[in-house]
């Protein structure tokens, strides 16, 4: 995962005192942009880093987070409590440069070159995090490969 994202969220929650319960719900103009995203790993975060909402593509690089139970559905709690997942999913590395695509690994993808976008709505208090590649790079093909297989899925699980 992406370092300044996870420090985000950490900040975030650490700030507020008592948080309450975090919505359990993305906005409705958010779930319509992931859902015209079919191909590519987005995810949308609460406030306080609860994923309320997934692309196949982002559950394959990142880790099913809203179909898990308790705290783990909270990407900084997942990400500090279970070890493997630095291991089994999307990890940056290197230090980024502005303006370059981020260098990150993943244990089937390997190395990928990709941009992160993140959209913050403030109304809702809610981020939507898109990962894209350069298209024609080594790094889309992946991208592509991995939406392909996730729409697979998918459809097996539909049957």
Same mark, same amino acid.
Request: proline share 8%.
């Given at each position: 995962?992406?370092?300044? *994202?996870?420090? %985000?969220?950490?900040?975030?929650? %650490?700030?507020?005192? &008592? ?5 359990? $719900?993305?906005? @409705? *103009?958010?779930?319509? *942009? #992931? ?6 790993? !987005?995810?949308?975060?609460? $406030?306080?880093?609860?994923? /309320? /909402?997934?692309? $196949?593509?982002? *559950? !394959?690089?990142?880790?099913?987070? @809203? ?22 999913? /999307?990890?940056?590395?290197?230090? @980024?440069?502005? +303006? =370059?695509? =981020? ?9 990928? !070159? /990709? ?6 709505? @403030? ?6 995090? #898109? ?16 939406? &392909? ?9 539909? +049957?």
């Amino acid at each position: 995962m992406d370092r300044e *994202i996870l420090a %985000h969220f950490l900040q975030e929650r %650490h700030d507020e005192a &008592a948080p309450g319960r975090p919505g359990h $719900r993305a906005s @409705p *103009i958010l779930e319509l *942009i #992931v859902e015209h995203l079919p191909e590519y790993p !987005a995810t949308v975060f609460s $406030r306080f880093g609860e994923v /309320l /909402l997934q692309t $196949r593509p982002a *559950i !394959a690089l990142f880790g099913d987070y @809203p179909r898990t139970g308790g705290s783990s559905h909270f990407l900084v709690d997942r990400w500090l409590s279970d070890p493997s997942a630095r291991e089994r999913y /999307l990890v940056e590395v290197g230090v @980024p440069v502005r +303006r =370059r695509p =981020r260098c990150y690994r993943h244990v089937a993808l390997g190395g990928l !070159a /990709l941009y992160r976008h993140l959209l913050v709505c @403030p109304a809702e208090r809610q981020a939507l995090l #898109v990962f894209v590649a350069v298209p024609g790079s080594a790094s889309h093909a992946k991208l592509r490969a991995l939406a &392909a297989g996730s729409n697979e899925e998918s459809s097996a699980d539909r +049957r």
